[in-house]
């Protein structure tokens, strides 16, 4: 059985998405949704952990599908914070029709590809498919900014990652030179608010591989860690299974926060490092004609 058919589709996810932003009271970060749909769903980790061929999280890039249609049907709303939230007139809806999102969502994609009356049948079922994808979230400059951080040599991926870290507000950040052993590739000093300080440790995994980053790994990064480590960072290209999350996360043992890739590109470009934003326009070239 292909993997990727035991991933509900993005029109079995709207409904969940929509419960889990209820759950969390009205508004959410992405990771906050992906972890309570999970839970909601019960799903188990071989469903979890499925990635597709660029190496995205399929639950994830499934989610973001799902976002956007009850974006575009005017249910919830996204702020530049990257944060959901129900809009004021559905806040009291506790349950949507999904396939009544996708056909009113779908019908809005059509009647705007049919005021061009050039356009054919075939080219409008394509620009539902192009509308969507036009979203923040699945826009096609992730696909070739990951392509290049794949490919990038190792030891620069390390140095991109101490420029982000700067850049977040981390003082002497160092990169210790030793890719590959399994350990720390790096420290550095963080400050919050400018007053308090924490030394920290991080590790860079540029992995060409589809596959996420499993427990191992993370329970070898918190074994390099010395005692006046007070936090780990491990940053991949990649994806974290949920068992990597939950070994990261486990009480007792000292905490390693993640970034996956996804969020290494999000901070990129929200600091603006190595891209800059397009700003563009829609033309109405119905005013036009009629002016």
């Known amino acids: 059985m292909d993997q990727q058919s035991t991933v509900p589709s993005f029109s079995e996810l709207i409904n969940p998405t929509w419960q889990a932003l209820h759950v969390l009271g009205g508004s959410g970060k992405n990771d906050e949704i992906y972890d309570e749909v999970i839970k909601l769903l019960g799903l188990p980790d071989s469903v979890v952990d499925v990635v597709n061929n660029s190496g995205e999280n399929m639950v994830g890039y499934r989610l973001a599908w799902a976002r956007t249609y009850l974006k575009k049907y005017g249910a919830i709303n996204n702020s530049s914070r990257a944060v959901w939230s129900i809009t004021p007139e559905f806040m009291s809806t506790k349950e949507l029709d999904a396939s009544q999102v996708v056909r009113k969502v779908n019908q809005i994609v059509r009647d705007t590809a049919r005021a061009d009356s050039s356009k054919s049948t075939a080219t409008e079922t394509k620009v539902i498919a192009e509308t969507v994808e036009q979203s923040d979230e699945l826009n096609s400059w992730r696909k070739r900014l990951h392509s290049l951080l794949?490919?990038?040599?190792?030891?620069?991926?390390?140095?991109?990652?101490?420029?982000?870290?700067?850049?977040?507000?981390?003082?002497?950040?160092?990169?210790?030179?030793?890719?590959?052993?399994?350990?720390?590739?790096?420290?550095?000093?963080?400050?919050?608010?400018?007053?308090?300080?924490?030394?920290?440790?991080?590790?860079?995994?540029?992995?060409?591989?589809?596959?996420?980053?499993?427990?191992?790994?993370?329970?070898?990064?918190?074994?390099?860690?010395?005692?006046?480590?007070?936090?780990?960072?491990?940053?991949?290209?990649?994806?974290?299974?949920?068992?990597?999350?939950?070994?990261?996360?486990?009480?007792?043992?000292?905490?390693?926060?993640?970034?996956?890739?996804?969020?290494?590109?999000?901070?990129?470009?929200?600091?603006?490092?190595?891209?800059?934003?397009e700003k563009t326009y829609v033309i109405d070239e119905n005013y036009f004609a009629k002016i």
Not at 266 to 272: I, P
Request: proline share 3%.
């Open 150 to 277: 794949v490919h990038m040599d190792p030891f620069a991926f390390e140095r991109l990652a101490k420029r982000l870290l700067r850049e977040m507000g981390c003082d002497a950040v160092e990169v210790t030179k030793k890719s590959s052993d399994g350990g720390i590739d790096g420290i550095g000093k963080f400050k919050l608010q400018g007053i308090f300080s924490f030394n920290i440790a991080f590790q860079c995994k540029r992995y060409k591989d589809t596959s996420p980053i499993g427990s191992p790994a993370i329970r070898d990064f918190r074994g390099s860690l010395t005692t006046d480590i007070e936090k780990g960072l491990f940053i991949t290209t990649s994806t974290f299974s949920k068992a990597a999350k939950e070994e990261a996360a486990k009480p007792g043992k000292q905490q390693i926060d993640l970034m996956d890739g996804e969020e290494f590109m999000d901070k990129l470009a929200e600091l603006g490092i190595g891209l800059s934003e």
